[in-house]
């Protein structure tokens, strides 16, 4: 009995530790075991208290690679990497946090986007992956010229761009949810090909006003918003009186992205595709 009780006043103190000593926590009273959607606490411990079941429950692993952090971790690693992202845009790993620690509102709408949407829906219970591993990168480039798949691959080949170097979701509380902003993050570079922009700073600007318009995510809306401190008075002036307004315009005025199954869509035209999604001829830069 003294051994039980000392195992959860040692519990107690630990789950109130810093971050860093949670991790003691689970060698002092065992690491639970995997189970669905998460580690639970085996029912059987009648050491924790289902308050402290339910506060323990926010840090387990809820998917491979998953980092529970509090609120007020998450704030400090939102103000970090939104300080790096604009000092930096390229650091893409600083952006990807950005958008996992500040997204949640965002991610649960485009979410239940794809939910009501029987393509995006089927999308949610398949989890495709857009990898090297998963693309046939010869049969796309024996696709005709102007078809989506050829002109991908030929994007990629054009801006040595990669899709294994999207970053994998780390702080996302919610296993569906880090889904939806992975898929995000993997047909990033399908916009890029659909909106007919290059990888160059122009190019991001333009294709971060659509996918903030599109998705309402604030990473999106700040590298709108502070992307065109970088360019030069002629680019500027291109983005902000053509660039900009047709971004706007086709964000508004196309479906979801995410509720298109873009894997079965290679042999499709990129004129036919836009045209479906809603997408406006992209003007010439």
Same mark, same amino acid.
């Given at each position: ?14 789950? =109130?530790?810093?971050? /860093? ?5 689970? #060698?002092?009273?065992? %690491?639970?075991?995997?189970? &669905? @959607?998460? +580690? ?88 495709? =992956?857009?990898?090297? /591993? ?5 049969? #796309?480039?024996?696709? %005709?010229?102007?078809?989506? &798949? @050829?002109? +991908? ?133």
């Amino acid at each position: 009995m003294l051994a039980a009780l000392g195992r959860a006043r040692m519990g107690g103190w630990l789950r =109130r530790a810093p971050g /860093s000593l949670r991790g003691l926590r689970h #060698l002092a009273l065992g %690491s639970p075991a995997s189970a &669905g @959607r998460g +580690y639970q606490l085996p029912h059987t411990d009648l050491t924790v208290t289902p308050e402290e079941h339910e506060d323990e429950e926010r840090y387990y692993q809820l998917y491979p690679g998953h980092i529970p952090t509090s609120p007020l971790q998450k704030a400090l690693l939102s103000a970090g990497s939104a300080f790096m992202a604009l000092y930096n845009p390229y650091r893409h790993d600083m952006v990807a946090v950005l958008g996992e620690t500040t997204g949640s509102s965002a991610l649960r709408s485009l979410r239940d986007k794809m939910r009501h949407d029987p393509e995006g829906y089927q999308i949610l219970q398949e989890r495709p =992956r857009i990898r090297l /591993s998963t693309l046939d990168v010869t049969g #796309l480039q024996g696709l %005709s010229d102007g078809t989506f &798949g @050829r002109e +991908y691959v030929r994007f990629l080949d054009s801006n040595r761009v990669s899709p294994d170097t999207r970053m994998p979701v780390k702080f996302v509380d919610d296993e569906e949810l880090a889904y939806v902003i992975q898929r995000y993050r993997e047909v990033h570079d399908l916009m890029h090909t659909l909106l007919g922009m290059p990888t160059n700073m122009l190019g991001e600007v333009v294709v971060k006003w659509f996918e903030a318009i599109q998705t309402g995510l604030p990473m999106c809306i700040l590298g709108a918003v502070f992307g065109p401190v970088r360019l030069n008075a002629r680019k500027l002036q291109i983005l902000t009186m053509e660039l900009i307004p047709w971004a706007v315009q086709s964000g508004r005025n196309a479906s979801c992205v995410l509720n298109f199954y873009y894997e079965n869509r290679w042999e499709q035209t990129v004129e036919s595709l836009r045209e479906e999604i809603g997408i406006l001829h992209p003007p010439a830069i």
